[in-house]
């Protein structure tokens, strides 16, 4: 089993800059990617960052060039970044770990940008 605290989110205007934590814990030797996921009102939930064990990083086109993906292993947490956000990020953020064969989500955070 693997537990995901999120945390960071909060409201914010246009231009700005917010990073969400989500501190792992539980059976983390298992987990071989993390990520960040989000979902707006009526819409589907969509990947917006990940991160290997080994540090490879992918991330939505959406959010290219604004948001960065990190780790830090020695406090089990996976940080992101997000600079210049936008009203159309406004949504609840979920940290999410792989652990074959089993996913595991946090409770979400919300972020909400103003115009």
């Known amino acids: 089993q693997v537990q995901l605290v999120e945390s960071g989110g909060g409201l914010v205007q246009a231009g700005g800059s917010l990073r969400l934590s989500c501190a792992a814990s539980?059976?983390?030797?298992?987990?071989?990617?993390m990520g960040w996921y989000r979902q707006a009102p009526g819409k589907q939930r969509e990947l917006v960052a990940a991160?290997?064990?080994?540090?490879?990083?992918n991330y939505a086109d959406s959010v290219k060039g604004r948001f960065t993906i990190s780790r830090d292993n020695a406090k089990n947490t996976v940080y992101l970044q997000m600079n210049s956000l936008k009203p159309e990020d406004t949504a609840v953020y979920y940290c999410a770990a792989e652990s074959w064969p089993n996913d595991y989500w946090g409770q979400g955070t919300q972020v909400t940008v103003s115009s």
């Open positions: 991160i290997t064990s080994g540090g490879s990083t």
């Open positions: 539980g059976s983390i030797f298992s987990i071989n990617a």
